[in-house]
Structures are given as structure tokens and as C-alpha cells.
């Protein structure tokens, strides 16, 4: 029995004495004790501290309101440990232990605070030594764990044992990350520095770890390996270890490539997934050629995309890394083969920016192949121009710009070539500007000049500025928007839509360059099967001076074979100096189709020129296809009658019909009294539509409610001079007038005259 425990026998045996026997009548005066328990203390040395030299270690344990109780420990199996008995079952102790060596020098220093002493128990103190006045730290460095008790030193099956540790990060700021692990049982909590663990229901040795990690990834593991029995020993086996963690490199735990191969323009889509010990894992892509998006991802995952627009060089590998890095800055790579299909650069590969849906153009570039848009992407000049050149040995074939799915977009580019030999190309190789084939989508913004091989003057039918196509009718009709373009200096067509095509042609300029003797141009062509709107363009100098066919503004033709162009409206352009202005070449049946029907009206149409020898006209309906061909404004020398008869036309509709009917091109209005009225149209037609000039003068009318107020203008005001009748000889067969009233009701407006049926239409006046 040691001192403390006979001096404690001792006061028991006589407080009972003192009971029995008593002093005075009022009793024996209480005396009360704590209650005590024990404490065993260890001590753990990292890895990277050496104890050689330490012939002393002790443990001193104290309280705030006083009293000190101290141990020298013994080494033994290479661990330092002792215990203290009698100790106040309490809270708030202080433990500190000091080694020393050889001379009194002090070699180490340890501590815990705020220790609890079980009552009739022992608890477990584990203390970490560390350095007695360590630098300050260089770089990032291990977290500590200086002290860690338990609440006993053994524990019964199931039972339940305390933890407490004490952890800190020498680098100031750096969030530590607390994990607890045993080889049996359970803990209330895995990442709190206080937890309760409780024991298995079976007796054995068990290992507790307790890890502590910074950002890094580095850190330090605490192993206790004690024992849980059903029967309690006094000194049971206890062992701590400590190991430090050194930070390992992130883990790439799967890829993702696809497709298998690309070819240009085609989408290469590449993701990696990794894992990393510590924190979140950072991801940098790079590539040996081509072009990458940004990339994005989740917290263990990157993905990018990667593209080619039309070539790669053939003098490096094809190839895409991934690196994958933790915060230690330890990394891991994966490289991916990228399997080409398509060409080899024989120059530089224009720069581009591959954005979310977006190929940006970085700089002005030349190419000797097709650029292809990835589908669905838009194609983003940027201002830059990109310039189409002849390959060595070789010819430049097909578009500059072209689609390579079933949707792209182009805006804000510049194309044009350079030097092309004088080779003519036909079908697919055709040379084209800016090409949208089998796609919707748009083009706009955008400059096209100078598309033609040679100096210009070869005559190949091809170098089309735009061209929307879609030759599989079983598809579409595709639509397209094609807006604010300025197309010039082109070879044959400034822009086309063909095929089974749903187009927009607006605010586009397209310049045919003048009168020429080796090609006739076509500004704007509508052809086979394409509906089109074409609105407020300009278009002009699209002449041809040789005598076997024309240029035109604005074309609207089928091949044989071919659907008709259905319902185009052509309006509100202004073309100048065009053979024809707007020619409809379509034979639309006889009687023609009413779906074919062309709306081509407030056209402006201007020829200061007789340019072409045979054949010159502001509007051709060529088969009379019953069109509306209404308020043109029509005016020069080249698109009048008289200037060279059989050649010079202003409305040339061709019909063997004679005129037959009077129809209004307006519809009915309901207008407030004494209010002009907006313009009423009619005209003059042969049985299936197509207009017809027609001579004499033709009466206006108005019977009805409001008919005795009702008076008719030539005037959009209606302030001048009324009027009775109208003429409709005039090359578009129509005439324009106004209407007012002055009293309330309904009206109906007749026309008639020319031997023909009177036509009326019901207005209403409030």
C-alpha cells in the first residue's frame, strides 16, 4: 500500500471513531473529503523529435486554487510514462511535464489543460513532447496534437470512454480537420477534437487513431492501443504512437473522351474525375493544337471541350492534358490522344476563342481549307477577316465558313480570298463565302467581298457570297436569318437561299460590281423550293453586257425538276442598276399555282443605263404566275419602254390572257368621319391574277349610308380636288386613291369601267 492510500485508511478509521464516541452535546463536527482518482501519463514523441539524451522526465499536475502533485516516469519499452494516485476527482488540472538531460539541460516540454480526473478512476493522459521554445514556422508545417485524455485507461465491453484532445496549426489561419477511427466500436461524433467512444462487446486490445490535417493535406495521426476487459487491472497494457502525414498526390479515378475521332469542327468532349486525401482537387487543361473551353465541373470533376475548325499540323502530337493538383501542390496528369480525321495544316492555324457556344476569331487569319462552326455554335469574327487561300499545289474548294451540324451562326466577320487560281469548281466544291447547309440558324453582321478565282473575270458559276442550302426536302424547311450583311465584288451570287429553306433576307447590301461582259450575277436568288422573305435590301450593279442572258437584283427561280419557290415577298428593297430588278422565273403551271404566288411590292427600281443588249426590265414575271406586283416605284432610262422598245421594260408580265377582271390589292377600312383614309389600291388582271394594263378611264363610286358624304382623292391627305375616276393603264396595271367622309356609316366603293366587271369593297365610317 503506498503513503497516500495508508494515510487515507487512516482519517476513515478515525471520522468513524469520532462518530461513535462523540465530544459535546451538540455532536461531532463534519469532516468531509474530495473524492479521488488516479492518473497514468504518457509520453508520445513525433517522428521527426529525438528523446536520445533524456535521463529525467516529470509530470507535474496542479490546480487553480493550489496544491501540486508531480511523478518522474520511466522509460519503459522506449515510452516514458508513470502515474499519480490521489488525486481530486475533479476538473481544471493543469498537467505539464519537462524532460531533461545530462547538465540539467531542459530537452523537452509537454501539457494538457483543463484535465479531468475521474472519480475511482484513472484516467489516460497522453502528452506530446515538442521543443521548449520552437521557431516560428517556415512554410506550411504539421499540425500538433499536444495532449489527448481519456477518461480511463481500460474499459468495459460496451462500455463508454471520454476523449478530449487538444490539437493547434503552428501556420496562423489554417482550418484543421479533426477524424477519429477505431478497429471496433463507435464514437458520438467523428470530427470533433471531444467525442465518447464506445467499446465493443467483446474483450480485446483496440486501436483508437485520431488524424489531424490542415488544407494541405498534412498532418498527424495519435494510435492509442488499450484494452477492453470486463475485469478492471490495475496498470493495464496502454501504447500510444504518433506519425506524422505527408500530403499524397490526387488520384484521377476515371476519364472520359468522345467522340472516338474528330474531323473539323467536330466537338471532342473530355472529362476527368479525381480524388484527393485533403480539401478540393484543382484541374488545368492544355493542348498541343486545337482549341479548348473553359473548363467546368463539379468538386471532383473538370470538363472541357476541344475543337479544331479545320486543319491540324502535322509536326506535333495531337493531344490533350489534364492536371490534376491538391493544395500541397502535388499533382497528377492524364493525357489524351486526340485520333484526327481531317487535314493537315500546310500554314498557321487561325487563332480562336472556344467560348461557351461561341468560336471567337482572335485575329485576322488566312486558310487553304473550310473553317467548320461546331453545331449549334456560333461563329464570332470579331472583327478580324479571314482570308482564303490556295494550298500548295493545290486548289481552295468549297466555302470559307460553313456549318457542321444541323445549327450555326456567324456574325461579325469579314471573309474574302486571295490569289485563287483560275480553276473553275462545281458542286460541292464550289467556292462560297459563308455556307449554311441542312442548318437553321443565322448570318448577319457580317462582310463578304471579293469571291472569285483568278482576277474576277473567269466566269465560273460559282463564288456565292451567302448561301443557305438544304437539297433534302424530307428535311426542313431549315430557317434562317440572314441580316445587315454587306456582300461584294462576288462572282456569281451575293447571297442564295435554295432548297428546303424558311429565309429571312433583311437590311443586307449586295454589291454586283457593275456591268461586265464574263458573268451575268445574281444579287439576291431565291430558287427550288426556298420560302423567302426579302426586305429592305439594297442591291445593285448586277449587269451583264454579252447577249445571251442577263443579271438580275433580285431572282425567284425552280430548275427543272425542282419545287416551286411558294408565296416569296419581295418588298420595300432598293435595286439599282440591275438588268432585271426583280425577275420571277418560275413556271408555276397553267393556271399557275396560288401558292407560288410572289408579293413584290413599295420596291424602289432604278436603271440609268442600257447595259444589256437583249432584254432589261424593273420587274419580269416570266410564265405569269399571277404575282402581286403592286406600288413599285420604277424610274431611269433602262427600265423605260421607250428608251429601246422589245428591250427596255418597266413591268414586263408575260400572259395571253386578256384582262378580265378589276380586283382591289387593299383591304376594307374603319375610319372616323372626316378622316382620310389609308390608300386604297386596284388593278387591273387577267383571269388567273397577273396584271394587266388596261385602257379608259374607270369610275369610282360609293352608295350606302355614308355614301352622300363621301368624296374620293389622289391626295394621302385628302386636301386636294376630288376625284371620279382612276387609270389603270400604266405599267403595273393599278391606280391609288383615298377616301373621307363626312357622315357616319357604311360605305361601299366601286370601281368600274373598261368593259370589265365592277368591283366593290364595304368601308365603314364611325
Sequence with gaps: MSRADAKHLALLVMSLALGVVGCSEEGPLPVTYAPLGAARFFIVVPPSFSTVGVERVEVTTSLPEGGTRSVLLSDAEGQWNGRINGLRAVSGHEVTAEGWGALGFQRFVAGATNVTIPRSNTALVLLTAREPSPSPPTGNVSPLIDSLVASADEVEPRGMLSLRAEVRDPNTGDVLTVSWA???????????????WTAPNAEGPQTLSLTVTDPSGVGVVLELTLSVKERRTRNPAVRAVLRELSPTAPSIREVFASPASVGPGELLHLRVTAT????????SWSTTAGFMSPPEGAADSSETLWVSPSCLPADVPHTVTVTVSNSAGLSTSHTFPVVWTGPVCTRPLCAFSLEKGRLAAAADCTTDSTLFIPDTFAFDGQGHTVTAVDPSGGTFTGAVIRNRGSTAYVRGVTVTTSGLKDACEAGAKRLRGILLEGASGEVVDSWVSGLSRGSGTSGCQEGFGIEIRNDDMSRGPFRVEVLRNHVSKYEKIGILATGAVDVTIDGNSVEGGGAVSDIARNGIQISDGAKARVLGNKVSGNAYTGSDTVGTGVLVKSSTGKPLVLGPVIESNILIDN???????????????????????????QSDVVSNPIYQAAISDYYGTGSVITSNLITGVGYNPKTAPDVTFSVDVYTPLPVSQLSFLTSSYDITTDVCSKKVTVQSQDSVGNLKPSTGSFALTATGSAAPGVTFHADPACTDAAISSVDLSNPQAEATFYFKSSQRGTVTVQVAGGGLSPVSQDQIIR
Design 579 to 605: 438588268d432585271i430588278g426583280i425577275y420571277l422565273e418560275q413556271d408555276a403551271g397553267d393556271p399557275p399555282d396560288k401558292a407560288a404566288r410572289a408579293w413584290v411590292s413599295n420596291n424602289v427600281l
Design 276 to 283: 484527393v486525401a485533403h480539401g478540393v482537387p484543382s484541374f
Design 182 to 196: 477505431a478497429t471496433s466500436g463507435s464514437f458520438a461524433d467523428t470530427h470533433s477534437a471531444s467525442t465518447v
